[in-house]
């Protein structure tokens, strides 16, 4: 099963928005709406971020959304901030026994 | 609160077993698939599979299967993941996560610290 693909970076200044986008193909993000993002800041653990699509786990700030359309799924980071910049991870159901992540990427904020 | 705490690092040589393990606590333990997803020095997060501790029914990524056995143990709320014989292509963190329920064990909201593995002769 081939990672999915992301970006390998992408900035933005503080109070902007930036999107991140995770493709992947019709057996994994365009079959099924399991898609994960994580955050992983350097030498620590990553951070569920957002979970099936779109959905927020409790803590998460609401300036982070999900959305998919076709086979492509994205990660939008509204009002950056500075702790924001973290390196960043989508996740895919691929079907029984099988979860693909993207090669990540590396969100800088200016 | 919810934990994963996972064991210490470790320095094996090649050709040597290891085991390493990740302690749930503050849920039921027993309730929640565990994943384990490796990261190389460097690089992205890969899923290498799953067990549920309840049972320990355990599923396999295709690119791990044969080369780690995932086991658990109900009593001390622990799993496991264990190597027969390291290379030094096992050099990585490897980390444990709990799987949020109803996701087709799809997200992980709890992870352990890692455990970093170093095989080098």
């Known amino acids: 099963q081939s990672a999915l693909t992301q970006p390998p970076s992408a900035s933005g200044s503080p109070g902007q928005s930036v999107t991140i986008s995770c493709t992947g193909t019709?057996?994994?993000?365009?079959?099924?709406?399991?898609v994960s993002w994580y955050q992983q800041h350097p030498g620590k653990a990553p951070k569920l971020m957002i979970y099936?699509?779109?959905k927020r786990p409790s803590g998460v700030p609401d300036r982070f959304s999900g959305s998919k359309s076709g086979n492509t799924a994205s990660l939008t980071v509204s009002g950056l901030q500075a702790d924001d910049e973290a390196d960043y991870y989508c996740?895919?159901?691929?079907?029984?026994?099988?979860?693909?992540f993207g090669g990540g990427t590396k969100l800088t904020v200016l | 609160e919810v934990r994963l705490v996972q064991s210490g690092a470790e320095v094996k040589k090649p050709g040597e077993s290891l085991k390493i393990s990740c302690q749930g606590s503050?849920?039921?333990?027993?309730?929640?698939?565990i994943a384990w997803v490796r990261q190389m020095p460097g690089k992205g997060l890969e899923w290498m599979g799953i067990?549920?501790?309840?049972?320990?029914?355990?599923r396999y990524s295709p690119s791990f299967q044969g080369q780690v056995t995932m086991s658990a143990d109900k009593s001390l709320s622990t799993a496991y993941l264990q190597w027969t014989s390291q290379q030094a292509s096992d050099t990585a963190m490897y980390y444990c996560?709990?799987?949020?329920?109803?996701?087709?064990?799809?997200?992980?909201?709890?992870w352990g610290q890692g455990t970093m593995v170093t095989v080098s002769s």
């Open positions: 099936e699509v779109s």
């Open positions: 996560a709990k799987i949020v329920a109803g996701t087709r064990t799809s997200a992980f909201d709890i």
């Open positions: 019709s057996s994994d993000v365009g079959g099924y709406n399991y």
């Open positions: 996740s895919s159901y691929a079907g029984t026994n099988n979860l693909v």
């Open positions: 503050g849920y039921s333990f027993t309730s929640y698939w």
């Open positions: 067990i549920y501790p309840g049972d320990s029914d355990t």
